[in-house]
């Protein structure tokens, strides 16, 4: 079974910054292209940035462009969220996401960690 598990969330101030950490066990993430989501309170999950299997192509949601990073690391079988910049709207549980390409769409990811929390203080 394949489990994603986020870590790296926490409570911070406006203008400050976050690495969130994305680590998969039972399999690795190297075939695989990984995305993040958010989803804050009575809203829909939303997506936040995408990369592809070998990490030369990124995708990032125009509310985030520019200040947050996705990286991934296949030898420690890591996806990296640096998140520069936040600011309260950034407030969410943020989930990592594992599919087969590429792709700002939810319904092209089959499997998700359980997330971590992001708020941020203004």
């Known amino acids: 079974q394949v489990q994603l598990v986020e870590s790296g969330g926490g409570l911070v101030q406006a203008g400050e910054s976050l690495r969130l950490s994305c680590t998969a066990s039972g399999r690795t993430l190297s075939n695989y292209a990984m995305a993040w989501f958010r989803q804050a309170p009575d809203k829909e999950r939303e997506f936040v940035a995408a990369?592809?299997?070998?990490?030369?192509?990124?995708d990032y949601a125009d509310s985030v462009k520019g200040r947050f990073t996705i990286s991934r690391d296949n030898a420690k079988n890591t996806v990296y969220l640096q998140m520069n910049s936040l600011k309260p709207e950034d407030t969410a549980l943020y989930t990592c996401?594992?599919?087969?390409?590429?792709?700002?769409?939810?319904?092209?990811?089959?499997?998700w960690g359980q997330g971590t929390q992001v708020t941020v203080s203004s």
């Open positions: 996401a594992r599919g087969l390409m590429l792709s700002t769409i939810r319904e092209s990811y089959a499997y």
């Open positions: 990369i592809s299997r070998s990490g030369g192509r990124t």
